[in-house]
């Protein structure tokens, strides 16, 4: 998952990144390190606050632009 370059990249902590999305820093710890996968509400709340699609939060595709209902 890209969750470590996505929060690296908007300048953010793991701590910050807990407490905007609700959980615990060390859940955030366990998921950019692969130790614990996100659940689907949880990779929605992901990408959703990084304004990404889940395939991009995913490592499907490397476009992250969401899809979006026309």
Known sequence: MR???LR???HITQQ???IDLDMNQNTVSRYESGKRQADYETLIKIADY???S???LLE???N???YKDI
Do not use: H, I, M, S
Request: hydrophobic share 35%; charged share 45%.
């Open 3 to 5: 969750l470590r370059f």
């Open 50 to 52: 990084f304004d990404v």
């Open 16 to 18: 910050r990144l807990a």
């Open 60 to 62: 499907r595709t490397n």
């Open 8 to 10: 690296e990249k908007k």
């Open 54 to 56: 889940l395939d991009y």
């Open 64 to 66: 992250p632009q969401r």
